[in-house]
């Protein structure tokens, strides 16, 4: 028979040349469900492969990746985004329970209700504040890691924030801190950035450059946040 894929012929169950399936029955709601779910709880592809590796071997998958490999490995924007997903619903739950509250420390209240807007918008439009972020911490990496293309960082950052927002998700169950602002979240994105450009021969120019890219990419994330404030002072005094 002839691969639907890649158009070998061959007689085997799975395609030598791609790996593709050689009988492959009609979408049904059953094999599409089920095809959903085991590309995430499957430990040996999907979601959870990416969690896995992410967390043992970044820098493997994600070179990986970058060279080709897509078997197996869940799309890095998907697992941004379904992450990102995960952690509106439980934070959403978490909220209408009431079982975890956040003591303001702001007094003020003209800055109370400034950054209560703020909070407002971005918890609102999270999912694509969040997965926008991508795009200047692609750029500062882009900026002093030189060897792949923006848009290969741009892949590198989803895989990141992806992980990233999983831990945010994980803390958030135990204490509650919106994810934009967790440190752990950061420190997390320090750790695997370092884990996917640190230079065995020079780890002290690797550190280095992925502080420095960390501290720009912060930077930025904080004019935003003033912009925003400043914008939004501007329509509250008009």
């Known amino acids: 028979m002839i691969c ?10 799975f395609c030598p040349n791609c790996g593709e399936k050689r009988d492959t029955k009609k979408i049904t709601f059953q094999s599409l469900l089920k095809t959903s779910i085991s590309g995430i709880i499957d430990m040996d592809r999907g979601f ?4 896995k590796e992410l967390f043992l071997s970044p820098r493997k998958m994600i070179i990986e990746y970058i060279k080709g490999r897509r078997k ?4 890095p924007l998907s697992y ?17 329970k009431g079982d975890i509250k956040t003591p303001s420390i702001v007094h003020d209240p003209k800055l109370y ?21 991508i795009f200047p911490f692609a750029f500062f990496n882009k900026l002093f890691f030189k060897k792949y293309n923006f848009w290969e960082h741009l892949t ?18 135990f204490y ?56 939004t002072k501007q329509t509250t005094l008009n």
């Not at 959870?48 to 969690?51: A, F, G, S, T």
């Not at 197996?72 to 799309?75: A, E, Q, R, Y």
């Not at 440190?183 to 420095?212: A, D, G, M, Q």
Request: hydrophobic share 55%; aromatic share 16%; glycine share 4%.
């Open 4 to 13: 639907i894929s890649c158009s070998y012929e061959h007689n085997e169950k």
């Open 48 to 51: 959870l492969l990416n969690v």
């Open 72 to 75: 197996g490995i869940f799309n």
């Open 80 to 96: 941004l985004i379904l992450t990102t997903t995960f952690y509106i619903i439980i934070d959403s739950y978490l909220k209408s």
């Open 113 to 133: 209700d400034i950054s209560y807007r703020i909070g407002g918008l971005i918890r609102k439009y999270l999912k694509f504040f969040w997965v926008l972020c």
């Open 156 to 173: 590198i950052a989803a895989f990141l924030f992806g992980q990233a927002t999983l831990v945010g998700l994980i803390i958030s169950l």
């Open 176 to 231: 509650k801190t919106a994810l934009i602002f967790n440190p752990l979240v950061y420190i997390t994105l320090l750790i695997l950035n370092y884990s996917v450009f640190h230079n065995k021969k020079n780890k002290t120019e690797s550190i280095i450059l992925v502080l420095t890219s960390m501290f720009f990419y912060a930077f930025s994330l904080i004019m935003i946040m003033v912009a925003l404030v400043y914008f």
